[in-house]
């Protein structure tokens, strides 16, 4: 079984909605923090947002600030990513990835699913 499987992508026109979700299979989810990355063809792999393991915390690259809202439901263990106001720029494919607590690296990734907007 796959440890962190995405869902949710497709296309979107420009200043639409589309919401990603991230299904974990670690036993220890509410000890990871987890959190979206993005790659558009021909760019390197870039951060977009994280949820922390201590207490839920966020952290967002300021290209999403305002747009995206990254939220966990450790119960289920689940991290979904809503994004609003999309615009081309964001066509890329999205990765979901998970860093256990106390650790430097994600170390568990997602296979990603792509998020195409068109203007």
């Known amino acids: 079984q796959e440890p962190l499987i995405e869902s949710g992508g497709g296309s979107v026109q420009a200043g639409g909605s589309l919401t990603l979700s991230c299904a974990a299979s670690?036993?220890?989810?509410?000890?990871?923090?987890v959190g979206w990355f993005r790659q558009a063809p021909g760019r390197e792999r870039q951060f977009v947002a994280k949820t922390h393991w201590n207490g839920g915390g966020t952290t967002y690259a300021d290209s999403v600030k305002g747009r995206f809202t990254i939220s966990r439901d450790n119960s289920n263990k689940a991290v979904t990513l809503r994004m609003n106001s999309l615009n081309p720029e964001d066509t890329a494919v999205y990765y979901c990835?998970?860093?256990?607590?106390?650790?430097?690296?994600?170390?568990?990734w997602g296979q990603g699913i792509q998020v195409t907007v068109s203007s």
């Open positions: 670690t036993r220890t989810f509410s000890r990871h923090t």
């Open positions: 990835a998970a860093q256990r607590a106390f650790t430097p690296d994600f170390h568990l």
